[in-house]
């Protein structure tokens, strides 16, 4: 009886994981796109991955590594034609209260002292994807892939040449296995975005 009693919490536990991605989907609606310069730049205001799970490995001085990865697809819905990965490394001051945000790489890049908020939007501001050669009446689907993951998980996606396409890909696939996992996807044509200038890192 009590195996059947965990069996179907794990089962709700599923549906539940599973509705939730399904709904952030479904409201797609709120994922803009900043078109700066020359990038294609998701926009989710409502998104805040400095909660739950990972804010509290962030509070027992432990470090979270923030995972990206932008798509763009054909019009078909299948057919991937650029993808973007991207890495985050945050940690946090506990005497201070302030987060710091790292992307690692030949020039490593870093921002102490930030507000979660501050945090969080540095972060977005970061992850991007090149426009360039996408013609401006093509009609396509750029997908936003975004999830925490504890620096261990990370041998099997990082190597010495940087993030493994394909590792990172299978990543994203997997069903979710208690880290925290966004998915948005919108349709979109070039013609139909406001061009900005070229922003400036703050």
Known sequence: ????????????????????????????????????????????????????????????????????????????????????????????????????????????????????????AWCMENMMVSALGVPPDETFWMRFDLRTADPKDMASVVGESGISISALIELFSRKPDGEPHWTVERRLRLADLRRSPARRNW
């Open 1 to 120: 009886m009590a195996q059947a009693r965990a069996a179907g919490r794990g089962r709700g536990s599923w549906l539940l994981a599973g509705l939730a991605l399904t709904l952030l989907v479904a409201h797609a609606s709120s994922f803009d796109v900043a078109f700066d310069g020359d990038t294609l730049r998701p926009v989710v205001p409502d998104l805040h991955f400095l909660s739950g799970r990972a804010l509290d490995r962030l509070k027992d001085a432990r470090t979270v590594v923030l995972l990206s990865q932008i798509t763009l697809l054909r019009e078909d819905h299948i057919t991937p034609f650029r993808r973007t990965p991207q890495r985050f490394y945050l940690s946090y001051d506990i005497w201070e209260g302030r987060f710091k945000v790292t992307i690692p790489g030949a020039t490593p890049e870093s921002r102490p002292g930030l507000t979660a908020a501050q945090a969080e």
